[in-house]
């Protein structure tokens, strides 16, 4: 008796568990069924960083083209939604030292205003973040030429995962 009460808690507690909503990260969406192809609209740039709008406008694309949930459209008519977005800011700050007193690590820092909202009339907003906050630190290579070539390779690695969390955040509604 005991034991088939036991089994039966054990049960209760695994279904109870099996419905709790609890999903895997990045493959649940919060997003209307309708939506089912974005705009991903050119960044603005008001940071003083060249290109980085350029390079997360493409990373964001790319984020979305491989869910293979949506279809990413060049016409923004043609869209169920549109993201748009501003980078704000964009730093790049050294957070270790080698023995020699170079910079080992650096940290990147975005900070950008984005908002994702269907494409009709009223322009409802889907999910919105006035100011999303990114940081992933990388570090130097000590035999780089140039720190600006080493920063540049980095910048797109960031920007990929700026790309993935950000969706996620969207689709997730974070």
Same mark, same amino acid.
């Given at each position: 008796?005991?034991?088939?009460l036991?089994?039966?808690? %054990?049960?209760?507690?695994?279904l ?5 909503g !609890? ?6 969406s919060? @997003?209307?069924?309708?939506?089912? /192809?974005?705009?991903v ?8 960083? &060249?290109?980085?709008?350029q #390079?997360?406008t ?7 083209v491989?869910r ?7 016409d923004r008519? /043609? ?6 977005g501003?980078v ?13 007193g170079?910079?080992r690590?650096?940290?990147?820092? #975005? ?16 999910w919105?973040?006035? %100011?999303?906050?990114f940081?992933?630190? !990388?570090? @130097?290579?000590?035999? %780089?030429? +140039? ?6 390779? %980095?910048?797109?690695e960031?920007?990929? +995962?700026? &790309? ?5 955040? @969207?689709?997730e509604?974070f």
């Amino acid at each position: 008796m005991t034991n088939r009460l036991l089994y039966c808690a %054990a049960l209760a507690l695994s279904l109870l568990a099996a419905g709790c909503g !609890y999903g895997l990260v990045g493959r649940t969406s919060n @997003l209307p069924e309708d939506v089912r /192809s974005i705009f991903v609209e050119t960044l603005r740039n008001e940071s003083t960083r &060249a290109q980085i709008d350029q #390079i997360l406008t493409q990373a964001i694309t790319n984020e979305f083209v491989t869910r293979q949930r949506f279809q990413v459209v060049s016409d923004r008519a /043609s869209s169920d939604a549109v993201l748009e977005g501003v980078v704000k800011s964009f730093r790049v700050r050294p957070v270790s030292f080698g023995a020699e007193g170079r910079a080992r690590e650096y940290e990147i820092t #975005i900070t950008a205003q984005m908002e994702f909202k269907r494409n009709n009339s009223d322009g409802d907003i889907l999910w919105a973040n006035p %100011a999303y906050l990114f940081r992933e630190s !990388y570090e @130097l290579e000590l035999e %780089a030429v +140039s720190f600006l070539d080493t920063e540049d390779e %980095a910048m797109v690695e960031v920007a990929e +995962s700026f &790309a993935e969390t950000m969706v996620i955040d @969207l689709l997730e509604g974070f």
